[in-house]
Every structure is written in structure tokens, then in C-alpha cells.
């Protein structure tokens, strides 16, 4: 298993800017592929952005061009630089490792999430 701790969250204001942080731990980080999804106020859950174990990356439409996700093996964390935030991308934040296994299939691990509320 994986463990992973979020960190970054909080208020900031439109048009501003926050960098998200994900420390994972107790697994081999490299094999895993990440993600960062989010979940606002009565909405369902939705992947924003994701990496996988080698480098390519994908984000949902509404946050291309603002937001980058990126990963350092070395420190076992992986990062979402978010820019030009809008009061939409107020949600929790959640960091995600995932990865296919044979016979048993994938598997998901979760951190605890952090909140981003984007307000003037």
C-alpha cells in the first residue's frame, strides 16, 4: 500500500495561484501512476490531472493551460501548480496513486484531501 498526505490547500483569490503537494510513502512511488481529482459542493468527484509513471500527462478541459501536474520520483511527491484560479476550482482536492495489476486489476489509493476555495 501507499500512504499520501496533501498539502497546499487554502484561500486565495481570483486569477491568483496555489501549488499543491502530495508526499507518498510505504510503496515503490515510481511505479505508480497519480492523479489529482476534485470534488466540489454537490458535485461528483472528477479527475483534474494526471501523470503517469512516465511523464505523460492529461488534464480535464476546464483547467488547460492553468494548471500543471508534475512529479518528483526522487522525493516521492507529486505537484499541482495551479494558476489563474477561478472561483470554479473551489472543490477538495484529492491525490490519487494507481496502478494495474495482474489477475487482481487496478488499484486506487487515496489521500486525505485538501481544500481550495477561490474567492474575492
Known amino acids: 500500500q501507499v500512504q499520501l498526505v496533501e498539502s497546499g490547500g487554502g484561500l486565495v483569490q481570483p486569477g491568483g495561484s496555489l501549488r499543491l503537494s502530495c508526499a507518498a510513502s510505504g510503496s515503490i512511488f515510481s511505479i505508480y501512476d497519480m492523479g489529482w481529482y476534485r470534488q466540489a459542493p454537490g458535485k461528483q468527484r472528477e479527475l483534474v490531472a494526471a501523470?503517469?509513471?512516465?511523464?505523460?500527462?492529461n488534464y480535464v478541459d476546464s483547467v488547460k493551460g492553468r494548471f500543471t501536474i508534475s512529479r518528483d520520483n526522487a522525493k516521492n511527491t507529486v505537484y499541482l501548480q495551479m494558476n489563474s484560479l477561478k472561483p470554479e476550482d473551489t472543490a477538495v482536492y484529492y491525490c490519487?496513486?494507481?496502478?494495474?495489476?495482474?489477475?487482481?486489476?487496478?488499484?486506487?489509493?487515496w489521500g486525505q484531501g485538501t481544500q481550495v476555495t477561490v474567492s474575492s
Open positions: 490519487n496513486a494507481n496502478r494495474i495489476r495482474p489477475i487482481s486489476g487496478r488499484y486506487d489509493y
Open positions: 501523470i503517469t509513471t512516465g511523464g505523460s500527462t
